[in-house]
């Protein structure tokens, strides 16, 4: 019996591989079993088959790859964007001259200073200590390397925030008329104050702070950005259309007396920042300089980048970019590249330093940098922003930090391309011809105008660049060239490993049994005849 099962097997083993050899649809296997065929040429045919498989194997591959490790692709949308589908950008502007002469003339308290502590044995009562300590935050490197003799004196300097406030330039005095789509205002009431590491600046069109800030994580000392509200409505201002006229335009003035060259240097003006709405402004990471006494025009020009439905069904990994609701920020509720960064430069200077700088956001149990701090605060945005540098010594849980952060873009980004003009204002003739003489030379007046340079532009866009559909219509054609190999050439090989054998087993044994019964019913007269022989 065990005999006869195995030689069972193997008739259905043979049976089944030759049906499936003289029937199959692939290319090439029906020559593997023709009886008219030399063993030299059914070896050639198998050599040749299994070159075809392989070189199909390797293409699939590369094409696997290909869908794995780059599957989106980022190019330009179909149609262009009208402007007017946009918000129009947060403006931001830091004047360079940080307190008024009126309230602190620092070149004259700083000579004092020194002159007090070169000769009165090193040491000095001046009241102006605190508020010198509190406005040195704001100056440069180069200032703090020549005078770093504040950050040596024992005064009290933890309430940065509200002497800045107290000693601020006046916005009535700094800020005179605004333009917004031909409509003229006091620039007063629309653009808010706004704390920065640049000190207090003027805001025009960002979100408020309780839709940016998480203020359950925030501390409650102070804030960092007034409501600001449209004309209108309670939300932020939606471009009107491309050039000056739906533009906005400002009039700044600054007194000349309030001036200093100590504390921000040689380049006195505006640092400008032109940013989206939702992004909380670092104006000492990017800025543009406007100079005293010029008019400025400045044309913007989009670049946003959005992503489609088909790629937002992949990981960030693959997109490399992040929805909202896909990074969690512990002090900003808006994701983006921007203000990931800034609460990444938070928790490293947090770590390095035991405190953060007064313009960070902090949690009621984070102190802040008194400036003695400040070369560690300094240091720490070389850290952050140069990681890779190998002539840095890095600490390895400070880079495990930083590689946490992971701030890639946002999923939907928008900047913006600029162009600049600008021009001197006569300012003394205009006064003459308006008879105004003594003013002249009291005020440097600085107009900006920022607007779109054209009505449409064209949008980027992530999308899908081998989905499921494509990556199987690559294989099938990839099998289809070299093999011949369609979905129905799968499923007969399919019915040729499972169900075909047992339809085979049943036709082969009914069959050899039927033999087996014919030969017994043959033999049986003659066993009969034989045990009764014939007596003579």
């Not at 029937?23 to 040429?41: L, M, P, W």
């Not at 008024?100 to 001046?126: C, H, Q, V, W």
């Not at 970019?321 to 200077?349: A, D, G």
């Amino acid at each position: 019996m065990p005999t006869f099962r195995r030689h069972l097997r193997r008739s259905v083993r043979v049976e089944v591989f030759r049906e499936y050899c003289a029937n199959s649809s692939i290319h090439g296997v029906r020559y593997f079993d023709r009886d008219e065929r030399t063993t030299c040429e059914r070896f050639w045919w198998l050599v040749v088959f299994l070159l075809s498989m392989l070189g199909c194997g390797v293409m699939i591959y590369k094409t696997y790859v290909k869908w794995n490790q780059t599957p989106i692709i980022v190019t330009f949308s179909e149609k262009t964007t009208p402007v007017r589908h946009i918000h129009f950008p947060a403006i931001t502007i830091c004047p360079e001259t940080k307190v008024p002469a009126n309230k602190l003339n620092f070149t004259a308290e700083m000579n004092a200073l020194l002159e007090d502590y070169n000769y009165i044995n090193g040491t000095s009562d001046r009241e102006s200590i605190d508020q010198l300590k509190a406005v040195a935050q704001l100056c440069n490197t180069l200032f703090h390397s020549k005078y770093n003799l504040l950050q040596y004196l024992n005064e009290t300097d933890e309430d940065v925030v509200g002497m800045l406030k107290n000693l601020s330039l006046s916005r009535r005095g700094t800020l005179g008329l605004c333009q917004y789509c031909n409509q003229y205002m006091l620039c007063g009431k629309h653009l808010k104050e706004t704390l920065t590491d640049e000190g207090f600046c003027y805001t025009f069109n960002m979100k408020p702070e309780e839709d940016i800030f998480r203020q359950s994580s925030l501390h409650t000392d102070y804030t960092y950005t007034e409501s600001w509200f449209s004309f209108s409505e309670h939300e932020t201002l939606y471009a009107r259309g491309a050039g000056l006229h739906a533009g906005l335009t400002l009039f700044l003035r600054q007194i000349k007396e309030d001036v200093d060259y100590m504390c921000t240097g040689f380049s006195q003006g505006y640092k400008l920042m032109i940013h989206d709405p939702g992004e909380y402004p670092q104006v000492s990471m990017r800025n543009m300089r406007i100079p005293f006494g010029h008019e400025i025009s400045i044309a913007l020009k989009p670049q946003m980048i959005v992503t489609s439905p088909s790629a937002a069904d992949y990981s960030w990994e693959k997109r490399q970019c992040f929805f909202n609701h896909e990074r969690h920020l512990q002090y900003f509720k808006i994701y983006n590249q921007e203000n990931c960064e800034l609460e990444c430069l938070t928790n490293v200077t947090q770590a390095i330093c035991g405190c953060v700088r007064f313009s960070m956001p902090r949690s009621n149990d984070t102190k802040v940098c008194p400036l003695s701090m400040f070369h560690c605060m300094s240091d720490v945005k070389w850290i952050v922003y140069d990681i890779d540098d190998p002539e840095r010594p890095v600490n390895e849980e400070i880079t495990a930090m930083v590689d946490r952060c992971n701030c890639l873009p946002a999923c939907s980004s928008i900047s913006y391309d600029v162009e600049t003009t600008q021009t001197t204002l006569d300012l003394e003739k205009f006064l003459r011809v308006n008879h105004e003489y003594d003013r002249s030379d009291k005020f440097y007046i600085t107009t900006i105008a920022i607007y779109f340079k054209e009505s449409y532009f064209i949008t980027s866009k992530r999308s899908e660049l081998y989905g499921w559909v494509d990556f199987l219509a690559n294989c099938g054609g990839l099998l289809g060239l070299f093999m011949g190999v369609s979905i129905l050439s799968l499923l007969e090989l399919c019915y040729y490993i499972t169900i075909r054998p047992f339809s085979v087993r049943s036709r082969i044994a009914s069959v050899e049994k039927r033999d087996t019964n014919e030969v017994q019913n043959v033999m049986l007269p003659v066993i009969i005849k034989s045990e009764y022989p014939v007596v003579g």
